[in-house]
């Protein structure tokens, strides 16, 4: 007997579509190597830009992530959608409510910008106390043409809005103009959110004139990069010398020996690379050594490094307007970081992590670090909500008994604390910055990206992100007997860092997932070196101190009355000095110690002097080690003055280098405010 086709569907089972059933197809997770160019827009719905590729439909499953993820993950992201799903039953997503959709138009993007980067005086046309005029003197080429294309923009766009096109006599009577004039370059069209299309990064394209980094021919193609040889191994060291939009104009152009990590990529390792801090004779610099005034201006030259470095991979960074709703001011959840680090000190001086933030960790660090599934196994619901209301009323009057808490309800309550903050710990202004590194295709570049939004964090935000970090990293340490490797708790931890909103809400967290956890994954393997101060900001720093102080005259009577007593102070200083070392040479120290018998002490600097062999000496002048030496905090050498506000020296620090980049600083040995 003839069968035919009869051209039927038997359907044999039905299979809802879910998240949670999701499974990485490759071993690896990795963007593609050579994306088109991309534009980041500060979105005001979501703490994450549109991460969904252009050709993805809604209606059919994402296409698998490229990235490798780990192998603790198993080729999965259940723990992922498991934490999502006990996040929406819990309904906290965050508060949708303190954010405007209304987009901000181009010229109040680049003002936004410009104060942002400590240049608001550029706009604004008011001198004012800020470091604009030094900044900009101390800019390289490139930070220099971003600063230049943002004013630009800023200006054709005020005059696009403010000015009425009027009809010229000529234009009525139709009359060829035959005088010569400048041609005024094309507004290159906008995009339906009103974005301007950026340039493209390793593709073949059309490149825009005004380029620097390009010729001046209208159209060039721009290949891949040439082969590189194969890495060595799997460890490196990031310099901290040059800045880092150096390095990728370096890897566009396609240099010898410079797309190491795009080489790395195309092998699909699936183990992390390593970066080592590296070890300069001025001395590792970690974000608490430097005063608050010196790590403002790092955020001011942050920020511009940054964009700079974003516009040579093609990313253009944007951004909405956050909406101006009052948050609460009292109680713990729910309440901004700021307000509750001022509740605290009213209590704790000094504080800077929220007291119920610290509490939690200490809970879980002291009797949940072995619990087996800690963080990914939740609490009762019920028992974290009452323990919320407890908490509530009884934190800070010493009542709340931490006895009665479990490791799971504790981690349900820390991770319901980060979700319930009203501006994200990730800020809303940085967070698409955040999302965009998860694309850039060289791990390298990824933590340097990261390393710049570091340090452009508030103070508050960037505490508790680094308590937080601490804290996870302990419970990877305990794997074995928790059984939550890095993998499992970067997947954990993301959905409550990385918020979506909106209508495309769950399209975007399919699409941005496996990116979410990866970037958590490199946030808790390299913190230290996040949180260290890249040379190059320093040494920018000093640069801008140097040109603040011989530009800035005296503004006031007062101002002036203020710098003839520090110019007393110093002269009298002086003489003292003289009279106790009248013989002082070339690459001789005064180091004073006020809370040491022998307050003051004349060092002769060499090649070898670091700054443990002078905090030796003084210990060993002032009792060699006696009971009372014991009980004195413990201190450290400071550079003061000069061409730095203030800066607590690594003990590694090679002095006399120290004294060449600031022969006028102050050295003093205290303890440090941490």
Wanted: hydrophobic letters at 30%; one cysteine or more.
């Amino acid at each position: 007997m003839e069968m035919k086709d009869s051209c039927s569907v038997i359907l044999t089972a039905y299979h809802s579509y879910a998240p949670s059933r999701i499974h990485l197809v490759d071993e690896g997770y990795a963007p593609p190597r050579h994306s088109p160019c991309r534009k980041v827009q500060y979105q005001g719905i979501g703490l994450l830009g549109r991460m969904s590729s252009r050709g993805t439909r809604p209606s059919s499953p994402p296409s698998p992530p490229e990235r490798p993820a780990s192998r603790d993950s198993q080729d999965s992201m259940e723990d992922y959608w498991s934490e999502v799903k006990n996040i929406e039953e819990d309904g906290q997503r965050g508060h949708e409510d303190l954010l405007e959709r209304g987009s901000m138009d181009e010229a109040e993007l680049e003002e936004a910008w410009l104060q942002d980067a400590g240049l608001s005086t550029l706009v604004s046309g008011v001198l004012g106390e800020g470091p604009a005029e030094a900044l900009l003197s101390t800019l390289s080429r490139s930070q220099a043409a971003m600063v230049k294309k943002r004013v630009d923009n800023y200006t054709l766009t005020v005059r696009r809005r403010s000015k009425q096109p009027t009809r010229h006599v000529r234009d009525v009577f139709s009359t060829p103009d035959t005088s010569p004039v400048d041609p005024i370059p094309p507004v290159p069209p906008k995009s339906p959110n009103g974005d301007m299309p950026s340039r493209c990064v390793h593709r073949t394209s059309r490149v825009r004139p005004a380029c620097p980094s390009f010729s001046q021919s209208t159209e060039r193609r721009v290949s891949e990069c040439p082969p590189c040889p194969p890495p060595q191994d799997t460890s490196d060291s990031l310099s901290f010398e040059v800045p880092y939009s150096e390095g990728v104009t370096a890897h566009r152009r396609g240099r010898q020996g410079d797309c190491k990590d795009c080489q790395r990529i195309r092998r699909d390792d699936h183990d992390l690379p390593t970066f080592q801090l590296p070890r300069p004779k001025l001395g590792l610099t970690r974000i608490q050594d430097l005063s608050c005034e010196d790590m403002k201006k790092i955020g001011y030259i942050s920020l511009i490094e940054l964009t700079t470095f974003y516009d040579g991979l093609g990313i253009e960074l944007k951004r909405n307007r956050a909406a101006r709703s009052k948050a609460r001011e009292s109680g713990i959840f729910g309440v901004p970081l700021t307000t509750l680090l001022e509740n605290d000190q009213k209590k704790f001086p000094g504080s800077k992590v929220p007291l119920v933030f610290r509490k939690l960790l200490s809970k879980l660090e002291q009797t949940g670090l072995q619990t087996e599934g800690i963080l990914r196994v939740p609490g009762s619901a019920s028992r974290v909500k009452h323990l919320r209301q407890e908490l509530e009323q009884k934190l800070y009057e010493d009542r709340f008994d931490w006895e009665q808490v479990r490791h799971n309800d504790a981690a349900g309550l820390l991770k319901m604390f980060i979700r319930e903050l009203p501006y994200p710990l990730l800020t809303l202004q940085h967070a698409p910055a955040f999302a965009a590194a998860q694309n850039i295709s060289s791990p390298r570049q990824q933590i340097q990206a990261l390393h710049l939004l570091i340090m452009l964090l508030p103070e508050p935000n960037r505490d508790t992100l680094k308590a937080l970090l601490e804290f996870l990293r302990k419970v990877v340490a305990y794997e074995e007997k928790n059984r939550m490797g890095l993998w499992n708790v970067s997947m954990i931890v993301a959905p409550n860092l990385f918020t979506y909103r909106g209508k495309n809400a769950k399209q975007e967290e399919i699409q941005g997932a496996a990116g979410a956890a990866h970037l958590v994954r490199l946030l808790i393997t390299h913190q230290d070196l996040l949180w260290t101060v890249p040379c190059f900001l320093i040494s920018h720093v000093r640069k801008l101190n140097e040109a603040g102080a011989s530009k800035k005259p005296p503004s006031s009577e007062k101002t002036k009355r203020k710098l003839l007593l520090m110019r007393r102070k110093t002269i009298e200083r002086e003489k003292t000095e003289r009279s106790e070392l009248t013989d002082l040479r070339q690459g001789v120290i005064r180091v004073h110690a006020p809370l040491h018998a022998k307050i003051s002490m004349a060092i002769q600097l060499d090649n070898e002097t670091k700054a443990k062999d002078v905090m030796a000496r003084f210990d060993y002048e002032n009792g060699r080690g006696t009971r009372s030496t014991s009980r004195r905090p413990h201190q450290y050498l400071f550079e003061v003055g000069g061409n730095i506000g203030e800066r607590s020296l690594d003990p590694e620090t090679h002095l006399l280098d120290v004294y060449h980049v600031n022969p006028h600083c102050e050295w003093v040995l205290k303890p440090t405010t941490t």
